[in-house]
């Protein structure tokens, strides 16, 4: 996907995936930083790890609580800070990192445009307050749902959260465990999915998927997981993961390169990476 923007906009540039263990993160990010890279992206664990290695954050990583994306700036001779992959430092000695997230509008953009889904004033069921679940229900709660229910299999974790969306937005309701009503969607942002066996992230026996009016499922591999056949097979208009990943790396782009990202060709280029 990203190589596919890269040529589409002309940049000499290639993007590579690196295995990184946690305990070894800061010296990466470090080492890319001194290597002069225009940027990184970062995956779990490492989103809320790198909120204390990188050198300044931006609104978007204090927002969300999480960087997964890095873009490496050099001070231009006018003082403004300027990304590494839109000018010519070779000779500076003073460069810094910056963190962005990219994750949190991504999902907002794919439930509205997949799903066709107006968050104002909805109800949504969450399943799942790790990193990514943390980020949506936040972004969530800024796009002004009205009721927001949390469930983790770790409760403190939800109740924890749910707290944090109180005190940070005062008009959503936010409450740990199954609504006993219907709702506008459900959210799944558990990793549980992703083998054919798993079963599905909802408690049938809590909650029937046929109270909820869409699904989404940040899991895109495989294409339909448990919870999508079991949610389409109750009437619900659903959706996997594929736009968030899309869009979060179409802006991460933008980030690095100051240009618009060619979303079409990065679409195919990831649905034929994924699915073919």
């Known amino acids: 996907m990203q190589n596919a923007g890269i040529a589409a906009l002309g940049l000499n540039w290639r993007y590579l995936a690196f295995e990184v ?21 970062l995956t779990v664990p ?15 990583a204090r927002n969300w609580g999480a960087v997964n994306t890095i873009r490496f700036e050099g001070r231009a001779a006018n003082g403004e800070w300027v990304s590494l992959g839109q000018g010519n430092f070779e000779q500076t000695a003073e460069i810094r990192s910056h963190g962005f997230n990219t994750d949190a509008d991504a999902i907002i953009r794919s439930l509205r445009e997949e799903l066709d889904l107006e968050l104002s004033d909805s109800r949504v069921l969450l399943v799942g307050t790790g990193g990514a679940g943390r980020v949506a229900a936040l972004r969530l709660a800024a796009a002004g749902v009205k009721d927001l229910f ?7 974790k939800a109740k924890d959260l749910a707290a944090e969306i109180r005190d940070r937005f005062p008009s959503v309701r936010a409450e740990v465990g199954y609504p006993d009503a219907e709702v506008d969607l459900v959210l799944n942002a558990t990793s549980v999915g992703l083998s054919e066996s798993d079963v599905c992230p909802v408690d ?10 869409t699904v989404y499922d940040m899991i895109y591999r495989p294409a339909e997981t448990r919870l999508l056949k079991l949610a389409r097979a109750a009437g619900c ?12 790396g179409a802006k991460a782009l933008e980030i690095w390169s100051g240009k618009l990202a060619p979303i079409s060709v990065m679409r195919r280029a990831l649905e034929k990476n994924i699915y073919v």
């Open 150 to 156: 949390l469930v983790n299999r770790t409760g403190g």
């Open 46 to 60: 490492h989103k809320l790890l790198a909120l204390g290695m990188v050198d300044v954050l931006d609104e978007t």
């Open 204 to 213: 049938e026996k809590s909650f029937s998927l046929s109270n909820a009016r």
């Open 21 to 41: 263990h946690p305990d070894d993160l800061k010296s990466a990010i470090t080492g890319a930083k001194a290597m002069k890279f225009v940027g990184l992206n």
């Open 237 to 248: 208009r659903a959706a996997n993961g594929l736009g968030m990943l899309l869009y979060q």
